[in-house]
Each structure stands twice: as C-alpha cells, then as structure tokens.
C-alpha cells in the first residue's frame, strides 16, 4: 500500500510540476523503499512516528545518476522513506531535470515550490554564499581522509552551518568526490613543468588564481568543449575528480594524471531553512539522521569509485603520477597570495577553523 501511494504522490508532483510553468514534466525516479520495522526504527532514532506528517518533495541534482551526486541524494530519499514509516518522500530529479545547479540552489533558497532540496557541489553556491570559498583555499590537505577530518570538527561545522543560515538555507550534509586532480600529455614533476601549461577550468576565479599562482595557463572552457580541445590540442590539461575523468574517458587523449590533490570535490546536501522551520522536532529527527547516514555512504561510495577508476585510467593507458613532498610544498608556497585573499572573504574564524589541523 505504501509503494502505491508513494507512486502516485510522485506523478502528482511530476503533474505539479509541469502544470505550474517553472518545470518540464519529467519521469519521477523511484528509489526502492525498503520495509523496516518504522516502530523500531523511531524508537532507536528517538522520535515519535506518530508525530510524522504525510509530505511530499523535490529533491534536484546537475549530475548524472553513475555519480556519487545522485548516490548521495538516492541513499537520502531512500532513508527519509524508511525511517519515516512510508509518510516523508523525497522524489530524485537527476541529471538538470528540474534545473541546473545554479537553479536549483536559488529554488531551494527561494522556497517557490521547486527543488526543495539540492545534493550539489559547493562550486555554485559561493555566488550565494561567498564565504563558502573556504573550499576553493588551495592545497589545503593532502589525502581525503585528512580533509575529512577537518570539516568534521564540531567547530568548522558550526561556522559553516551559520553561512547556510544567514543565506537562509540548512546544511544537512557534507560529502566529497574526492579530490579534483590535474591531467596533462606532459610530466609534471617540477614547479617548472606547470610554467605556461594551458589547463583548462571552471569558470571559477579561485581555482583560477591558483593556477595563475603557480605559473600555468588557466582557461575557462565549457566541460563539453573539453575532450575536443585536449584531442586537438587547443589547450594542455584540465583538472577534475577521476569519476568524471574516467567517465570521460579523459585517458584517450591525456597522458597523465597528476595528483595535485589542489581542492576536494565537495557535496552538499541542503534545504531551505524556511522548509525546516516548518517541520515539527521529530521531523526534523528523520531528515538528520538519514543525512548523517547518507553523507557517510556517500564518502564510501567516492572512495570505492575512486579507486576503480584510477584503475580504468591506468588500464586505458594513463600513468597516474604522485607529487613529491618537495613539490607538494613549493605548491603550497607559491598559492600564499591566494590564502591571503580568501581569507579576506571567509573571514578568520572560518579560515582558521578550516585549516586547523593544516
């Protein structure tokens, strides 16, 4: 009865959708919805199912479903469903289905009845909340697991929790993809390797003065336009995580992957604070604990992947190249500048806290 209802609430939405002009209609993707035993399961979350009300919402990722974007927000919608007893739904929209990231990030701050809640890296959000550039500081960390340990301090969270609400938003949770890492058809083992390299970027001025920093050539280019131009080699190098590399089989016409290790491929999972303030404590109870849950599947998820597709890049022909303590710490040097401006927009508290454990 519950996979019924919960079907036709998610036409009702896609309908909704449609209906009101802000979206196309598109095909709701189902998660399946695992029977528990919901008593059970409230008693050990410590809310009262009786508390739980019948509701409904959109959730909206930019990413393909073979990511840990949509593995993310599936594990989550998935999760709100059991632990909810089959009364909370949260339908997934992949792929732009209902907007881009910038979209999405201003729907669910405007609350107009959109996405009411977004899994997205923090690149785009920083139009909306310029202190999230305290993820654009460069060579922070260096392995994932340090990065990790980091934004887990109850310190940094509480600051970056505070920037989602002063924007009006509520974190729910922070995942990662990785790190982003650099691809070249030329070694890099010295700082005088980067010097000129045409490497292609987002448009993000960031991670763009980290490349200027380091004497590369950094281009902003749109991501469709990049294998063509690596191919015909209009530029030298891009920077990505390894799922989008290997996703695109990056490894047909670039040579190496360079762990630079520059920035983490953050995920955020995110609501209007608007819609949290609406909901009673007990809902709120299933929300956090089915973000906690997610977020970590999420990070087993970029782990796993991770390394299956350094291993793709490797069998399609890429060396996979690690930097030198030495090299890593002229990079680390030579990005001071950046440090210094970011700091300007983050503010002490959340750079300091940030970098705590550098």
């Not at 008593?39 to 410590?46: C, F, N, Q, S, Y």
């Not at 409904?56 to 632990?83: C, I, K, M, P």
């Not at 991770?306 to 690690?322: K, N, P």
């Amino acid at each position: 009865m519950k996979k019924i209802l919960a079907t036709l609430l998610a036409l009702a939405l896609a309908a909704s959708l449609a209906s009101c002009g802000t979206h196309p209609a598109v095909a709701v993707e189902t998660v399946a919805y695992e029977s528990l035993d919901a008593v059970a399961e409230a008693e050990a979350g410590g809310y009262n199912l009786d508390n739980i009300r019948e509701n409904t919402w959109a959730l909206g990722t930019d990413s393909v479903e073979d990511t840990v974007t949509h593995l993310f927000a599936a594990r989550f919608s998935n999760l709100v469903e059991q632990y909810s007893g089959g009364k909370m739904h949260i339908n997934v929209y992949s792929n732009a289905k209902i907007g881009n990231d910038q979209s999405l990030i201003e729907s669910v701050k405007a609350y107009d009845g959109g996405a009411s809640f977004v899994v997205q890296t923090t690149a785009p959000q920083v139009s909306v909340m310029p202190k999230l550039a305290v993820f654009d500081i460069p060579c922070a960390y260096r392995t994932i697991e340090e990065f990790r340990e980091a934004v887990d301090q109850p310190e940094f969270m509480e600051l970056l929790e505070q920037v989602y609400t002063e924007a009006d938003l509520k974190l729910l949770g922070l995942a990662d993809q990785g790190f982003r890492v650099m691809t070249s058809n030329k070694m890099i083992d010295s700082m005088d390797d980067f010097q000129g390299i045409k490497i292609r970027t987002m448009s993000n001025s960031n991670h763009m003065a980290f490349w200027d920093a380091i004497g590369a050539n950094p281009t902003p280019l749109a991501w469709s336009e990049t294998f063509t131009s690596l191919q015909t080699k209009a530029i030298d190098a891009q920077e990505n995580p390894y799922e989008l590399i290997a996703g695109s089989k990056l490894y047909e016409v670039q040579d190496y992957a360079v762990n630079t290790n520059h920035v983490a491929h953050t995920l955020a999972l995110v609501t209007s604070d608007a819609l949290w303030q609406e909901l009673n404590e007990d809902e709120r109870a299933v929300l956090a604990r089915a973000a906690e849950e997610a977020r970590t599947y999420a990070r087993e998820q970029a782990d796993v992947r991770a390394d299956e597709r350094i291993q793709m890049c490797i069998d399609g022909g890429m060396e996979v190249v690690d930097l030198s303590d030495e090299l890593w710490a002229e990079l680390v040097e030579a990005s001071q500048p950046v440090y210094a401006s970011l700091r300007e927009v983050t503010g002490d508290d959340l750079y300091n806290a940030y970098l705590a454990n550098q």
